[in-house]
């Protein structure tokens, strides 16, 4: 392939067919790529070249001996740090997990596994997949590929990064109030969250037990349902996997989208919204309506309340589940002259600045005497967000809105004032909230080159809508409409 021709899934599966390349000598190109680039990215914590040349030797296999090619054979995938992947460190870029090592695998891993996929190893991110600019890895920050003195966005820097550098075809990362999206977005790559229990949590380590998804990046939407395809389905392993059909995404995204009414929010419209970022998105809803979809103005009331009640909610189940992390039973532990000195100091070492700010802003919201006033009250406004997504989607199909406020901004520029930082998250934990699918598909780029990303967001279960019209706007994107 070209340089200016990145793989993708079919152009993989295409040469491997040809015998234009084998498994095994794709994913030594990829690994001689991350070798060049990865010093100054800090994309992936760790490599995996035994699974991955393991994996690329059963596809060549397969080809040899002329049998069909499972949907994604010898495709390389790098995969976030907080999935476990079996005989692979697992750190959730923590020094509390730094030398875990799970011994089985996620279930959308081993459904990747299954379908033929070659990982490369595990991408850097925010410590427990706690931030929203991939500066609180204990294992340093990821720079962004568009403009390196700039943030990818977090958590999942590191997957988005490493897709938008081509260090890999395509990735998985977690979306809890926006860690797909927004680091889609600023990193100029598709970056899709499913509707909440599509794709199996088990496996995920958990940071927000009601609010986490797995989801991918690529560079083409195609490519990224395809990726949808194979890990989406019901779970046994996960008891809020939800058990409906899973469609072949591959082929709805050609489905046209003329007719569809799209909505507009004025509340992610307002101020607070870089003109630098109005222009292209506006210019993408433009394109939509040329290519006949509706535009239909929304009010969506409740928006303004988002960020309060996810950072309340998220933070209260972080205390809960990282309770766990005590040293007795696996990952870092510290000595310490009785057991609760053993606590103190291991988690002292073992979590980061951020992550200890989140588990006492949540362990103070279930405390006595604060759990109604804080943490039930979110759980209310939560009930209102979700109405707003439910009455606007009785009035249309999909609703448009900027993923992010702002383009990359650059490394150091917020971590000083954690509450900036939040509010980069604030087009993006409404749809958390409610539980909807929503994908950031690049929309254009503003006059210093910065990738900016569009946000689709549709009902439950709609991953198709959302990718049909992610399609056509990369499409539009694409021709320099």
């Given at each position: ?17 040809a015998k ?41 296999a ?18 976030k ?8 460190r ?5 020094k ?37 600019s ?19 966005g ?37 970056g ?7 794709v ?8 927000a ?38 469609p ?21 419209f ?10 292209p ?6 394109q939509?309506?040329?290519l ?15 960020i ?13 589940n ?11 532990r ?11 100091q ?21 405390s ?40 990359a ?41 910065l ?31």
């Amino acid at each position: 392939m070209s340089a200016s021709a990145p793989w993708t899934v079919p152009s993989v599966r295409a040469a491997l067919l040809a015998k234009k390349i084998s498994a095994r000598e794709l994913a030594a190109e990829f690994y001689a790529r991350i070798e060049r680039r990865n010093s100054e990215l800090n994309a992936f914590l760790t490599l995996s070249p035994e699974r991955a040349y393991a994996q690329a030797d059963r596809i060549d296999a397969t080809v040899a001996r002329g049998e069909d090619l499972p949907a994604l054979a010898g495709v390389p995938i790098a995969i976030k740090d907080v999935i476990s992947t079996r005989g692979i460190r697992t750190t959730c870029a923590s020094k509390i997990l730094e030398n875990y090592v799970p011994p089985y695998d996620a279930t959308a891993v081993e459904r990747l596994d299954a379908a033929g996929a070659v990982f490369l190893g595990k991408t850097n991110c925010d410590e427990f997949a706690m931030g929203g600019s991939n500066e609180n890895s204990a294992y340093g920050p990821v720079r962004n590929p568009a403009a390196l003195d700039r943030v990818p966005g977090g958590s999942s820097g590191g997957s988005a990064a490493a897709v938008a550098a081509d260090l890999t075809v395509a990735s998985l990362g977690t979306d809890t109030g926006g860690s797909i999206r927004q680091p889609g977005s600023f990193c100029g790559v598709s970056g899709l969250m499913p509707t909440y229990g599509r794709v199996s949590r088990y496996g995920l380590v958990a940071f927000a037990s009601s609010l986490d998804k797995i989801g991918p990046f690529a560079k083409s939407v195609a490519d990224a349902a395809r990726i949808l395809s194979v890990i989406a389905g019901h779970d046994p392993s996960d008891s809020t996997s939800a058990a409906v059909s899973v469609p072949d995404y591959g082929v709805e995204i050609e489905q046209p989208i003329e007719g569809l009414r799209i909505g507009v929010p004025e509340e992610y419209f307002g101020d607070g919204l870089d003109p630098e970022v109005r222009r292209p998105v506006e210019s993408g809803i433009a394109q939509l309506e040329k290519l006949g979809c509706r535009r239909i103005p929304l009010k969506m009331p409740h928006t303004g309340y988002a960020i309060a009640a996810y950072y309340i909610i998220a933070t209260a189940e972080a205390s809960s589940n990282l309770a766990r992390y005590d040293g007795v039973r696996y990952g870092l532990r510290a000595p310490g002259a009785t057991l609760t000195e053993m606590y103190r100091q291991t988690r002292d070492r073992g979590f980061g600045a951020e992550v200890k700010r989140r588990i006492m802003l949540g362990t103070y919201a279930l405390s006595a005497g604060y759990y109604d006033a804080y943490y039930l009250r979110a759980q209310k406004v939560r009930t209102l967000i979700a109405r707003d997504f439910s009455d606007a989607f009785q009035k249309v199909d999909a609703i448009i809105t900027p993923t992010a406020p702002t383009p990359a901004f650059r490394l150091g520029e917020k971590t000083a004032d954690p509450l900036q930082m939040y509010l980069a998250d604030i087009y993006t934990v409404t749809g958390s909230l409610a539980g909807v699918p929503g994908i950031s598909v690049p929309c254009g780029k503003t006059p210093a080159g910065l990738p900016v990303g569009m946000q689709i967001l549709a009902p439950h279960f709609a991953e198709s809508r959302v990718l049909q019209i992610a399609r056509a706007v990369e499409a539009a994107t694409e021709r320099g409409n």
